[in-house]
């Protein structure tokens, strides 16, 4: 069993910064692929960024790129993601996730509580 935990949303600006963090713990946790997806009010759960096992391999959404970049410590089994330019359009709950690769919202195990991300226009 794996357990995942996300910290470090809010409330910001348009054109500010946030940065989130997820860490997760449990058998084979670090051996998973890690990920970030997000939703608004009304809308299905999309994706956002991932990065696999070892840190070498990163993929964003279009919506997000050049603006948000995820990173990750092997050694806690911690990922960032860095919200960079925010847009009102990026407010929803972010929600992290822990699988094998690929990294799809059906097939994901182990989830978050998710974090609210607010952004004022």
């Known amino acids: 069993q794996v357990q995942v935990e996300e910290s470090g949303g809010g409330l910001v600006q348009a054109g500010g910064s946030l940065r989130l963090s997820c860490t997760a713990s449990?058998?084979?946790?670090?051996?998973?692929?890690m990920g970030w997806f997000r939703q608004a009010p009304g809308k299905e759960r999309e994706f956002v960024a991932s990065?696999?096992?070892?840190?070498?391999?990163?993929a964003y959404a279009e919506s997000v790129k050049g603006r948000f970049t995820i990173s990750r410590d092997n050694a806690e089994n911690t990922i960032y993601l860095h919200m960079n330019s925010l847009k009102p359009e990026d407010t929803g709950v972010y929600y992290c996730a822990a699988e094998w690769e690929p990294l799809e919202v059906s097939t994901i195990r182990y989830w978050g509580q998710g974090t609210q991300v607010t952004v004022s226009s």
């Open positions: 990065i696999n096992f070892s840190g070498t391999s990163t």
């Open positions: 449990g058998s084979l946790a670090s051996s998973y692929a």
